[in-house]
């Protein structure tokens, strides 16, 4: 097994757009830097959050690119290298490698659903196949399928797979994930909402979306949270109203929507997605006001 010591905050960055629709990297590279700036002791490139599903391949591939050259070595950068086909699974792995990522991470096969028979062949298929380090990336409602902490433990036996980042919302699933496989597995969550529950249970780190829009909140949120100040909840509330903000819309939409209310525009979504309605962007609004959120927020 490849031995990797990630662990802290690890933001999926959002690929920003410009008007024409095109990748804006010089926007993109601010973000890298300010998510290191702000602690990040990680990367995600054209994860989830950065649109992958509206990406082409050699857009994605380019991204990886730009990523680790901007970055040069200061963290770890991890590709998102979901897909449909398992095809194209191993095409942007391969990207990844050749682009010097330290990592992809992989969801399973989105849209069909597999056993988990099935998943394990899937993922058997990409480590014979590629070099790439893997965090796998449970994800049961984009992906219809819950990758179990027993299952995650069989999978534990492949040599390229080092991580696992758990978006199931549930700390009792994370708990058994440590259980079973944090020593040999560096284990994430994937929202900052559990970062408390999470370190509480020995979680490894967090794979976030907040931190591109108010670092310094998350950074002091898991330095902070294991300390039993009375601020720890104080700044959980903060990042609470953050995802209540990223609730108002289609999630992907909303955080930019969000960015772009706080002096951190990115652009808008591409299709399937829209920018948020008015309605949307009138709640976020309110959102930001009441809790005070612009004070996090460094351009």
Known sequence: MTNVNWSGIFPVLVTPFGADGSINETRYKELVDDAIANGAQGVVAAGSTGEFYALTKTERAHLYKVTVDHVAGRVPVLAGVGDLRVEDVLEACQSAVAAGCAGGMILPPIYAMPSPREIVAFFEYISRNTSLPLMLYNSPRRAGIDITPALVEQLSDLPTVVAIKDSSGVITQVSELVQRVGSRLRVFVGYETMIVPARAVGAHGVVAMAHQIA????????DKALT??????????????????????????????????LGRGAGGPRLPLLPLADEQKANIAKIISDAGLARWAKP
């Open 215 to 222: 670092g310094p909140l998350i950074r002091d949120y898991w």
């Open 228 to 261: 039993g100040e009375k601020v720890v909840d104080e700044l959980g509330r903060d990042v609470f109203a953050f995802y209540r903000c990223f609730q108002s819309g289609a999630y992907y939409a909303a955080i930019k929507e969000t960015m772009g209310q």
